[in-house]
């Protein structure tokens, strides 16, 4: 079975200080990709980034670097200097092998940049 | 905008009463996706067509759940007998086949369902 754990609820951080936000999944698949989206007050769930499990190398994309590491099932998501617009629930997904066409969300965590 | 759109954006009804919900993907996405959001959780998947095929379903698609893609382009999701358990925000996302297993599914803004 698949499974994403996302052990911070909220977070609130001041504007420019840097944040962490932690993702530890679970899955007996061998192949196997994961995801962060962004979901404004809006609803919408915007992608931000997704990895397959045979490539480990880290990812920074302006502000925003994530940290693959298989060795501890983590995926985690960095925001560098951040900003208000930053405000949001992030979700970290997973898709194996078994179910492939769906998508496991953890629970998320509500970011709160205050200015 | 050629994102996924999502129609009506917000529906309140009474217990009992059956609605709808249209889905409109990215043009030229073939795969189509339901998924419900309640509140403080994460999506949960609820049905995928590729085409017009309903491929797989979740077993939270209560025989009161049914959707469509009659030809392959929107998709509809209509609850029948609506119960307060399924105020939630229903969410479609589409993908177009990239070559590798799981392709990456975009989101609509969402139906925010609210059952009296």
């Known amino acids: 079975a698949q499974k994403v754990t996302q052990a911070q609820t909220e977070i609130s951080v001041v504007e420019k200080e840097d944040v962490t936000l932690d993702c530890v999944y679970e899955?007996?698949?061998?192949?196997?990709?994961l995801f962060w989206y962004k979901q404004p007050p809006s609803g919408e769930l915007v992608f931000l980034i997704r990895?397959?499990?045979?490539?480990?190398q880290n990812e920074i994309s302006g502000r925003y670097s994530w940290n693959f590491q298989k060795s501890t099932s983590s995926f985690n998501f960095t925001i560098t200097a951040s900003q208000v617009v930053d405000s949001a629930v992030y979700f970290c997904?997973?898709?194996?092998?078994?179910?492939?066409?769906?998508?496991?969300f953890g629970t998320g965590t509500r970011l709160t940049v205050i200015p | 905008d050629t994102g996924v759109s999502q129609d009506p954006r917000h529906k309140i009804t009474k217990r009992g009463q059956n609605v709808t919900f249209r889905c409109d993907p990215i043009?030229?996405?073939?795969?189509l996706y339901w998924y419900r959001q309640t509140l403080g959780q994460g999506p949960e998947f609820l049905t995928y067509?590729?085409?017009?095929?309903?491929?797989?379903k979740s077993r939270l698609l209560s025989d009161r759940f049914s959707a469509e893609r009659p030809k392959g382009s929107f998709s509809t999701l209509e609850i029948q007998r609506t119960e307060q358990g399924d105020s939630a925000m229903y969410l479609c996302?589409?993908?177009?086949?990239?070559?590798?297993?799981?392709?990456?599914?975009?989101f609509g803004p969402g139906t925010r369902l609210l059952v009296l």
């Open positions: 996302a589409s993908s177009v086949p990239s070559g590798e297993p799981q392709e990456t599914q975009y």
């Open positions: 899955t007996r698949d061998t192949t196997y990709y």
């Open positions: 990895r397959n499990s045979f490539d480990e």
């Open positions: 997904a997973l898709s194996g092998e078994t179910g492939a066409n769906n998508l496991f």
């Open positions: 043009s030229e996405h073939n795969r």
């Open positions: 067509f590729q085409n017009e095929a309903q491929l797989e």
